[in-house]
C-alpha cells in the first residue's frame, strides 16, 4: 500500500481507457431510443463502484421510464463528515453530426484533451469522482471521510426522479455537505468554485393555423401562417433591443451585491477573447446596461432554440404549414419564481397570438436559480484543495448554466453545496466537438483527493 | 371502330387501373434520392405514348441531373391546327407524412375521390389528356387535329430543362396554341378557365451567429441566436399587417380591369365555406383593402415555408444555434420582375440584419406572373368544349398559384396558351390527402376529346 496520490499518478493510463469506455455508451437522455445505453452507463458506473469497494451499490429505480439513479457509499471513519458527490451520467444529443471533427461516441484524443459527447457534461467530471476515490480505497486502503455517491441519469431532461428521491430525504443520503462536480473553470489554471446557478423554464409553443397544409400559391394572401405567428410571438417576447417585454418578468430580479460585482471585475475577462477565440462570434448583443458577466450570472434571458414544422428540406416546397413549434426557454435569476414566470410567460404569449391561429405552450422543465454561501469549513477546504494542487488563488463566480439538483440539494436536506468544476470555457458544452482538458481531469482528480484529506484532518 | 367517345365510357375501368399505376412512382422531383423513380415515371408515359400510336415517342434530356421531358407527336391531319399538350410528371414531397389517411404512393379510392400525391398535380391530369388522344387513336383511328405532348418532370422544382429548352425554339415544339392541363376549377360542376397566374421568387435565408452552436445556459445574454435574428427579419419583411415592407416591392402593382373585377364578383364564392370547409382556418388574414380573391390573384404575398436549425427534436435541448435557415417565397403579380424583385428583397435583408448575424440569400427558383388573353378561337374553343361537357358556363378566373411554363410558351413560341383544368379547390394541392375527383377525370378527358373536335371542323 502506498498513498491515493501515488496510485493517481500510476494509473492516469488506466484511468483514461475507463473513461473513454464510458464515453463510448450513447446516453441520451432526451432520446427515448437510448433507453438501453441509459442503463449501459448506470450498470456500468455501479460495476466500477462495487470493484473498488465501494459498498450498498445498487441503482435506485423511479417510476415507470425514469433512468436509475446510482448509489454507493463507504462509511468507515466513523466520527468523520460525511460528503455526497453527485454528478449525471447522462448526455445530451450529439447534433448536429456533421460538425463533429471525431465521430461523438468514438473518444478521439487530440493535443491534451479526450473529444466526445459527455466528455466534459458530465461523465469525465462523475469519473474523476470515482477515480479520486478509487485511490484512495485501492491505494491506501481507506477513506479519511465518509462518502456516498448519488449519480443520476436524467439531468439533461429535467431530472424529475433524482428531484422526487431527493424531496423523500431518505435516509441513505444524509450527509453533511454535497459536492456537485458539474461546473466549470472560469480561466484555464484558474481554479474556481461557482456559487450561484441561473434557473430555467424549458417550453414548447405550438402554433396552428389552417386544418392541414395549404398551397402557398392557392391560399397566400388568406391564409393564417404558423410560421409568421411564431416570428411575430418571438418578437413580441423579446424585442430586438434584447428587453424581455412579459409583463412583470423582471420585477423580483435583484442586482447581485457590491462585494460580488466587485470579485467580478477582478476576473481575467477579455471581452474579445470571449467573443473571438471562444464564441466565433462578431458581436455580442444582450441588454444595454449590464456588463457581459452581469448579463451571463445574474440576468434572465429568453431565447429560441429551433422551429418544427413546415418544409426544411432540399429545395423547394410551397406549403404554408397548418402547424409549428417552437422550443423556447428562459434563464431565471435568484427570485424569480418558475411557477409566476410560467404563468406570465403563457398568458403573454396568449395576448401576442395573432387572428387565425391557436397556441399551446408545454412546460418541458423548471427550475429556480440558486446562489450558494461561501462561508463554511466545506466550501474553504475546497478553496483550499484546488488552490494546492493548481497553485493559484481559487476564485468564486456564477454561472449561466442551469443545475437545479443544486438548489434541490441545499433545501432539502439543508446542507451546503459545494461545486468544483474542471470544464473550460471552451470544452463545447452541449455543441459539437465536446471536449475535456486531459490536464484538468487528472488535477480534478487530485484536487478531489486532496479535498477528502482536508476535511478528515 | 367506334367513336373517341364510345372508346372513353367502355374504358373508365381501364384508364383507372393506368392512372394508379402511374401514380404509385414516387416521382418526386424535390428529392434526390428519387432520381430513379423521376425516370419510371417518364418511361411510364413514353410507353403508353407508344402504345397508342403516337410517333416521335422520345424522351429529351437536358443537362447532367435534369430531368427528362417526354415528348410525342401526331401530325396526321394536315391542315388543321397542331395543338401542344402540356403537363409535369414529377410531384411534391409527400410530408408530413403522418397526416395521410392512406400511404401517399398508393392510391386509394375512396368516395369517388382517389387519393396520392400527385393525383391532381399533375399525373391526373397529364393521364386524362393522354387517354383523351388515345381514344381518337385507338377508338376512332385518328385525331381531328394535330397533337404534340411536351410533359416535363421538374415542374416542382423550378422547370430549368423546360425552359431552355423551350427558349431553344425547336422546330420539334412548333404548334398553334398550348393548352396546359395543370389547374383547378373555380367550383365543383363549374367549368373554369384559367386567365392569370401569379409568378414566385423562391428563397433559402440563411442566418449566422456563432461558429459553432452555445449552451444557451453559458451564453445566453452575450450570444447572437439566428433563430431571433430570422423572427425578426421575418416581421421586417412583413408586418403583422400583413403588409410587405420591402422598399419598391408593390411599385409595379396593377389593379385588374372593371371588367375582370366585376366577372370575380359574380363568381360563386363563399368566404365563409372557403376559410372553414376549405382551409379549416378560424379566421382569414391578408392586406386590408382587397377582397379575398383579390388578395389570391392580383396582390403579391410573402411566406415562410419552414425554418431548419437547431434543436427540433423531442424533449429539451439548450442550444442557440450556429445557424438557421428560412425558405422564404414571395408571389408576384403581373407587371412585377423577379430579378428587380429578388434585388429588393436581397438587399431589404440585409438592412433587417441584426448585430452579430451573417445572412446570406439563396434564390432557389423564380418566375414571373402571367395574364392571357380570352380573345382567339383556341380558347372560346375550350370554354365551348367545357360548357358542353358539363352542361354549364364557363367561367374565367385567375389563379394565385405559379405556372412559369405558361407565360414561357406564350411568350417564346408567340401562341395562345389555354389553361383547362380539372382539380377542386379541397383536391389538397401540396398538402396531405391529396386527390382527384373521379368525375373530373373522366368529364375531363371527354371535355378534351370535344375539344380536339371542336378544334377540327
Known amino acids: 500500500m502506498g498513498t491515493a496520490f501515488e496510485y493517481y499518478h500510476t494509473n492516469q493510463g488506466v484511468f483514461l481507457e475507463g473513461l473513454k469506455d464510458l464515453l463510448r455508451i450513447p446516453s441520451i437522455s432526451t432520446l427515448p431510443e437510448h433507453r438501453k445505453d441509459i442503463r449501459r452507463a448506470a ?15 445498487q441503482l435506485i429505480e423511479g417510476k415507470e421510464g425514469q433512468n436509475p439513479l446510482v448509489y454507493a ?60 476515490v478509487e485511490g484512495f480505497l485501492k491505494g491506501y486502503g481507506k477513506l479519511p471521510i465518509n462518502i456516498k455517491f448519488l449519480v443520476e441519469g436524467e439531468e439533461e431532461v429535467g431530472g424529475e426522479h433524482i428531484e422526487a428521491y431527493v424531496k423523500g430525504r431518505p435516509a441513505l443520503i444524509k450527509c453533511d455537505a454535497a459536492v456537485i462536480c458539474d461546473t466549470e473553470m472560469f480561466a484555464p489554471e484558474l481554479p474556481t468554485i461557482t456559487t450561484g446557478l441561473r434557473g430555467l423554464v424549458y417550453t414548447e409553443l405550438e402554433a396552428r393555423g389552417a386544418e392541414h397544409d395549404l398551397h402557398s400559391g392557392m391560399y397566400g394572401g388568406a391564409a393564417p401562417n404558423p410560421m409568421h ?24 430580479v435583484t442586482k447581485p451585491s457590491k462585494a ?47 422551429i418544427r414544422g413546415g418544409f426544411t ?6 406549403v404554408i404549414p397548418a402547424a409549428a413549434t417552437a422550443k423556447i426557454s428562459m434563464r431565471l435569476v435568484p427570485e424569480m419564481e418558475p411557477k409566476e414566470v410560467i404563468k406570465q410567460y403563457t398568458s403573454y404569449v396568449k395576448k401576442l397570438t395573432p387572428k387565425g391561429i391557436a397556441t399551446k405552450v408545454r412546460v418541458i422543465s423548471s427550475a429556480p436559480a440558486s446562489v450558494v454561501s461561501t462561508e463554511n469549513r466545506f466550501i474553504e477546504a475546497a478553496a483550499e484543495a484546488m488552490q494546492q494542487v493548481f ?30 468544476g474542471f470544464g473550460l470555457p471552451d470544452d463545447n458544452l452541449h455543441a459539437p466537438n465536446e471536449k475535456f482538458h486531459l490536464p484538468n481531469f487528472y488535477r480534478g482528480i487530485e484536487a478531489m483527493g486532496r479535498y477528502f484529506e482536508l476535511l478528515g484532518q
Open 391 to 420: 497553485k493559484k488563488k481559487t476564485v468564486f463566480m456564477r454561472s449561466g448554466g442551469s443545475i437545479p439538483i443544486a438548489g434541490l440539494l441545499h433545501d432539502e436536506l439543508g446542507v451546503p453545496v459545494v461545486m468544483m
Open 73 to 132: 457509499e463507504w462509511m468507515g471513519a466513523p466520527g468523520k463528515p460525511t460528503v455526497l458527490l453527485y454528478g449525471h451520467y447522462d448526455v445530451q444529443p450529439p447534433d448536429p453530426l456533421d460538425e463533429w471533427k471525431s465521430p461523438p461516441f468514438e473518444p478521439d484524443v487530440r493535443s491534451e484533451n479526450i473529444y466526445a459527447r459527455g466528455a466534459v457534461d458530465d461523465k469525465g467530471q462523475v469519473y474523476l469522482l470515482v477515480k479520486a
Open 43 to 57: 450498470d456500468f458506473l455501479a460495476s466500477e463502484l462495487t470493484g473498488m469497494g465501494m459498498q450498498q451499490v
Open 260 to 306: 460580488e460585482l466587485a470579485a467580478w471585475k477582478r476576473l481575467p475577462f477579455n471581452e474579445k477573447k470571449f467573443m473571438k477565440g471562444e464564441m466565433g462570434a462578431t458581436a455580442l448583443v444582450g441588454e444595454k446596461g449590464p456588463t457581459v458577466l452581469e448579463r451571463l450570472w445574474s440576468r434572465p434571458t429568453l431565447e429560441v432554440h429551433g
Open 313 to 318: 428540406g432540399e429545395g423547394a416546397k410551397t
Open 229 to 252: 405567428a411564431l416570428a411575430q410571438i418571438i418578437m413580441g417576447l423579446k424585442g430586438a433591443d434584447q428587453k424581455i417585454r412579459i409583463p412583470g418578468f423582471y420585477k423580483r
